[in-house]
Nanobody, 125 residues
Framework: QVQLVESGGGLVQAGGSLRLSCAAS????????MAWFRQAPGKEREFAAA????????RYADFVTGRFTISRDNDKNMVFLQMYSLQPEDTAVYYC??????????????????WGQGTQVTVSS
């Protein structure tokens, strides 16, 4: 079965950096758009970043403002989210997600059929 396993979360001070990783198995990884979403306490899950399966085209949420970089390694079946200049408002559970050719925009959670269990990112002020 398909598994997406995130790692790399943790506690960091404001202004710090983290690199999240997501290891995928059970799917032809190179055929899937991959994305990171996040959910803060008491808030809905929101899109953070995505990368396409074929051209490597990336999309970012407005709040990223150049601080995050999504990348993928199709040989290792992994996707990454490098985060810089983290702020307390970035505190959330970060989820990795995979989307097949659904025709839905990469920013739309409804297009993603596979999700990881999430990794906690906590940014202290």
């Amino acid at each position: 079965q398909v598994q997406l396993v995130e790692s790399g979360g943790g506690l960091v001070q404001a202004g710090g950096s983290l690199r999240l990783s997501c290891a995928a198995s059970g799917l032809t990884f190179s055929n899937y758009d991959m994305a990171w979403f996040r959910q803060a306490p008491g808030k809905e899950r929101e899109f953070a970043a995505a990368i396409s399966w074929n051209t490597g085209t990336t999309r970012y949420a407005d709040f990223v403002t150049g601080r995050f970089t999504i990348s993928r390694d199709n040989d290792k079946n992994m996707v990454f989210l490098q985060m810089y200049s983290l702020q307390p408002e970035d505190t959330a559970v970060y989820y990795c997600a995979a989307k097949g050719g659904s025709g839905v925009a990469m920013k739309e959670a409804r297009g993603y059929g596979y999700w990881g269990q999430g990794t906690q990112v906590t940014v202290s002020s």
